[in-house]
């Protein structure tokens, strides 16, 4: 069983920044891959990002890249996502998952979420 609690979220003004964190919980979480996905109101849950626990393989979804950042702490069995630059369209709720070993931008292939951390945007 793996456990995650996201954190960090908030009310933000555009081009400011905000990094959210992950704390993953449970036995084997060394062997698994970490994802961010976000859900608007009114629109379907979506890939932002994902890191492979193991290797450190960092993957972005292309309405993010050069933005945001995905990290992680192995001391605190813990992920990270830099959001930087925030946009109004960046608004949402952001969620945590995990899946055994590689990271894949289909949620359905992940195992495990988080209860999610809202996001806010201003213009």
């Known amino acids: 069983q793996v456990a995650l609690v996201e954190s960090g979220g908030g009310l933000v003004q555009a081009g400011d920044s905000l990094r959210l964190s992950c704390a993953a919980s449970?036995?084997?979480?060394?062997?698994?891959?970490l994802a961010w996905f976000r859900q608007a109101p009114g629109k379907e849950r979506e890939f932002v990002a994902c890191?492979?626990?193991?290797?450190?393989?960092?993957y972005i979804a292309d309405s993010v890249k050069g933005r945001f950042l995905t990290s992680r702490d192995n001391t605190k069995n813990t992920v990270y996502l830099q959001m930087n630059n925030l946009k109004p369209e960046d608004t949402a709720v952001y969620y945590c998952?995990?899946?055994?070993?590689?990271?894949?931008?289909?949620?359905?292939?992940?195992?495990?979420w988080g209860q999610g951390t809202q996001v806010t945007v201003s213009s």
């Open positions: 998952s995990a899946r055994p070993r590689y990271c894949s931008t289909k949620e359905n292939e992940y195992n495990y």
């Open positions: 449970g036995r084997m979480i060394s062997s698994y891959a």
């Open positions: 890191i492979d626990w193991s290797i450190g393989r960092n």
